[in-house]
């Protein structure tokens, strides 16, 4: 744990001073109700991770991203997350920074990382998280997350307009392995700990657009910053072979 916190404050040191304002594009889409929904701006990138290539950037992701050897750290800055509260969007928030590939949601796929969040004793809810987005009020989170308790737990957070809020086992280890796997019609998410035997967590229909982005990130809702280390990067054009087993 030294030697994390040394490479932490490296990295943030780092991710905290490159922060830039660069070009951006927006789209517009429409949800269930026909309402417009406005994009929050993507950027264009080029990083190259592992074998997945991730264009896409979400609130200045690409400009907190440090890659240290075999892992790629992310920068989130002070009370930064991802959520469309079901209670009047009193908690919402849509600041923490996603890095993005996108693939094509007409054929499966198996996205996969090794996830390290900084867990503190004030970072109430830090997390490492991967994604399925569309926009923003489209997408899930899977997380390895800190709780009110401070246990490290499996979260997920499906969001269709509003965000539901998952708990799921508690994990008494500073890493875990998080995966997504998709065959086009059923898409599940699993965790594992030694990257072998896989957890089912959650499973429903596939019923997101032809294209879709997977991603990384990083969130710090209440406390002023924290860092999360990916490692075990991986994107496949297949799904598992057992959506119970995850394997």
């Excluded at 406005?38 to 440090?66: H, M, Q, R, W, Y």
Aim: aromatic fraction near 10%; proline fraction near 3%.
């Amino acid at each position: 744990m030294r030697l994390f916190n040394k490479n932490f404050n490296s990295v943030l040191a780092i991710g905290m001073i490159i922060l830039g304002i660069s070009s951006c594009s927006t789209q517009e889409t429409k949800d269930d109700a026909n309402e417009v929904i406005v994009e929050i701006p993507l950027k264009d990138c080029n990083i190259k991770f592992g074998n997945v290539d991730f264009t896409k950037s979400v609130n200045d992701a690409v400009d907190n991203v440090k890659i240290v050897g075999d892992s790629l750290w992310l920068i989130c800055g002070e009370k930064k997350d991802f959520f469309c509260d079901p209670n009047d969007g009193i908690l919402s928030n849509n600041t923490a920074p996603i890095l993005l590939t996108e693939v094509n949601n007409t054929r499966p796929f198996t996205f996969t990382a090794k996830v390290t969040p900084e867990f503190t004793e004030e970072g109430l809810y830090n997390a490492c998280d991967l994604y399925v987005y569309v926009n923003p009020t489209l997408w899930q989170k899977f997380a390895f997350e800190q709780d009110e308790r401070g246990n490290h737990r499996i979260v997920t957070v499906r969001t269709q307009g509003t965000s539901d809020d998952n708990n799921h086992d508690i994990v008494e280890t500073s890493s875990v392995y998080l995966k997504y796997s998709s065959d086009t019609h059923t898409i599940a998410s699993y965790y594992s700990i030694d990257g072998n035997e896989w957890q089912l967590v959650r499973l429903y229909e596939n019923n997101y657009p032809e294209t879709v982005y997977l991603g990384l990130s990083t969130q710090c809702p209440m406390a002023k910053g924290c860092a999360g280390v990916f490692t075990d990067v991986s994107l496949t054009t297949d799904n598992v072979s057992d959506f119970r087993m995850g394997n």
